[in-house]
């Protein structure tokens, strides 16, 4: 179920404080999180930056998870160590065992969406003149995966054409120890 149905959206939002006070209560039943971010603009660029960390994070999870089984760790292990360490984030947290090792790659947010928010990302950076080296690889490879696997994929599908990169698939240890 959408987060929006069942009200635990992160919701930003820009602009003055008579227009937010309008829609505050109407956001209320959407989201758990309604965080002002500054004037009119700053909301859009912000989730645009928030799906770059999201992204970003997702990605090296992926590979993390990649050449440490090729390196003989079982990715499931793997996970549960990074939730207890510094590489914890989102990622490790709620995608790479539930919509990875699963595999269902069914998360709920699409791969295209994903793509046109990234593609955002840079023109905040070049409106800031900020260089951005890896929002741009970061981008490129979501493209990337866009363009291989098709439109209409969940975003978690990212995983699978980074395997194909890398040659192998991941498989979770821990299920193929149960059966």
């Known amino acids: 179920m959408s987060r929006a149905r069942t009200g635990a959206l992160a919701i930003m939002v820009g602009g003055e ?32 930056l928030n799906n770059l960390v999201s992204a970003g994070g997702f990605l090296i999870g992926v590979e993390a998870l990649l050449i440490g089984q090729k390196f003989g760790l079982d990715p499931s292990l ?73 439109r209409g994929q969940d975003h978690t599908a990212l995983a699978r054409f980074v395997e194909l990169l890398a040659g192998t698939e991941l498989t979770d240890g821990k299920a193929r120890r149960e059966t």
């Not at 006070?21 to 645009?48: F, N, Q, W, Y």
């Not at 791969?111 to 409106?127: F, H, R, S, Y």
């Open 17 to 48: 404080d008579d227009g937010f006070a309008k829609i505050e209560p109407v956001l209320r039943t959407m989201g758990s999180s309604i965080i002002r971010t500054g004037p009119v603009g700053t909301a859009h660029a912000m989730k645009a």
């Open 78 to 150: 793997m996970v549960d160590v990074l939730n207890v360490s510094t590489g914890m984030n989102n990622s490790t947290q709620k995608k790479l065992k539930q919509f990875v090792l699963s595999p269902r790659f069914d998360a709920g947010f699409g791969l295209d969406l994903m793509v046109k928010d990234l593609g955002i990302a840079p023109g905040v950076a070049k409106a800031t003149d900020t260089t951005v080296p890896f929002s741009g690889l970061c981008l490129n490879l979501w493209s990337c995966a866009r363009k291989a696997l098709g």
